[in-house]
C-alpha cells in the first residue's frame, strides 16, 4: 500500500517512515505543499498523512487547493498535527479528512493499526 507523509520536520518525517516502512508500506514524503502534489499525481497513494503546518502554507489550504477528495475519492487523509482546535478539526472534516491525531498522542508504530481502521 503506497503512503505519502507531508511533514516538513525531517526527524518526524524519518520516523513515521522508518515505522511504516517496516510494516511493509511504500512510504514516499514531501516536505512542501507543491513537492506533496507533485507526488500525489505520480504515486497516487492510498493514503496521505499530512501534517497542519507546513513551510509556506497549512494543511487545510493545501486540501481546498488539492480537493483531493474529488480526483482521488478512495485516498484516505489522516492528519497528524498538535493543533487540535475544534475550528481546526471541523473544518479539516469538512475538507474529507478521514482521521485527525494529535501528534503528541500517537506513537508511530501505531500509524498503520489507523490506517488499517480506516480500511485503507
Known amino acids: 500500500m503506497k503512503v505519502l507523509i507531508v511533514e516538513d520536520e525531517p526527524n518526524i518525517n524519518l520516523t513515521y517512515a522508518y515505522a511504516l516502512g517496516k510494516q511493509g508500506y511504500e512510504v514516499t514524503s514531501a516536505a512542501t505543499a507543491e513537492e506533496a502534489l507533485e507526488k500525489i499525481k505520480r504515486t497516487k497513494p492510498q493514503v496521505i498523512l499530512l501534517d497542519m503546518l507546513l513551510r509556506g502554507t497549512s494543511g487545510l489550504d493545501m486540501l481546498k487547493e488539492l480537493e483531493l477528495k474529488k ?33 503528541a498522542k500517537i506513537n508511530p508504530q501505531d500509524l498503520s493499526q489507523v490506517i488499517d481502521e480506516l480500511g485503507a
Open 71 to 103: 480526483w482521488l475519492p478512495k485516498t484516505k487523509v489522516i492528519v497528524i498535527s498538535n493543533f487540535d482546535t475544534p475550528r481546526i478539526v471541523d473544518e479539516a472534516a469538512k475538507l474529507g479528512v478521514d482521521r485527525y491525531l494529535v501528534k
